[in-house]
């Protein structure tokens, strides 16, 4: 893929997931919305967009292309849940109860263990309806797309949970250093990624 000012990020993040290293600090919006450009998350944050370019084909340089694109939906329904739905449902419950701890004996309050519930509940929502409902019918090649817009919502409302974990959170940073508090923003910043990686994917079946 050609990398420039005008790439879209969702369809290279498809190709590359990694570079979800450089983009998600600066903008998640990527993830619901494939128009958003490579100048679109510069210009946001103030960057030089060359500079920023630049930095993204740096990154990729070395990266295996996924071949995402090349895959018919019913597999991608497939990598969707055996790499992240499956992942969602043993990782969520276990970190709600370090969140919970981290919170009351080290944060001292409860913002993060409030923003994180939020995104527990509407990812377990997403998955659930992805699995029970809309997947069932892509697999069978009918019309999922009924439930374009009810998954569309749910997948917004999960990127302003992280938006707003990231908020409370000083994105995923511990200041002072804890290494408790370090330990459970690493794990907040993966499931950040998992997230946003699953995602895109689902945009992509929607586009196939």
Do not use: C, W
């Not at 919170?103 to 994180?116: F, G, P, R």
């Not at 817009?149 to 302003?160: F, G, L, R, T, Y």
């Not at 992280?162 to 907040?188: C, G, I, Q, T, W």
């Amino acid at each position: 893929m050609a990398l420039d000012k005008a790439t879209r990020v969702q369809h290279l993040f498809i190709d590359y997931p990694n570079i979800g290293e450089v983009i998600r600090p600066l903008s998640l919006k990527f993830a619901v919305d494939d128009t958003v450009t490579v100048e679109d998350v510069a210009v946001k944050n103030n960057l030089d967009v060359e500079a920023v370019v630049n930095d993204l084909k740096d990154f990729v340089e070395d990266e295996h292309v996924t071949n995402y694109v090349n895959h018919t939906k019913q597999d991608l329904t497939k990598t969707v849940h055996d790499r992240y739905i499956e992942d969602l449902k043993d990782e969520l419950p276990v970190l709600h109860e370090y969140v919970k701890k981290v919170s009351k004996k080290k944060l001292k309050d409860e913002n993060v263990h409030h923003a994180y519930d939020k995104v527990k509940q509407v990812l377990n929502d997403y998955s659930e309806l992805l699995e029970d409902t809309v997947h069932p019918l892509v697999v069978s090649d009918k019309h999922a797309e009924v439930y374009n817009v009810e998954v569309e919502s749910k997948e917004k409302e999960i990127v302003k949970g992280f938006e707003k974990l990231r908020d409370v959170s000083n994105d995923y940073n511990s200041e002072p250093l804890d290494a408790d508090v370090e330990f459970v923003y690493d794990r907040l910043e993966r499931l950040e990624q998992v997230a946003v990686e699953m995602i895109a994917l689902e945009q992509l079946i929607r586009r196939k």
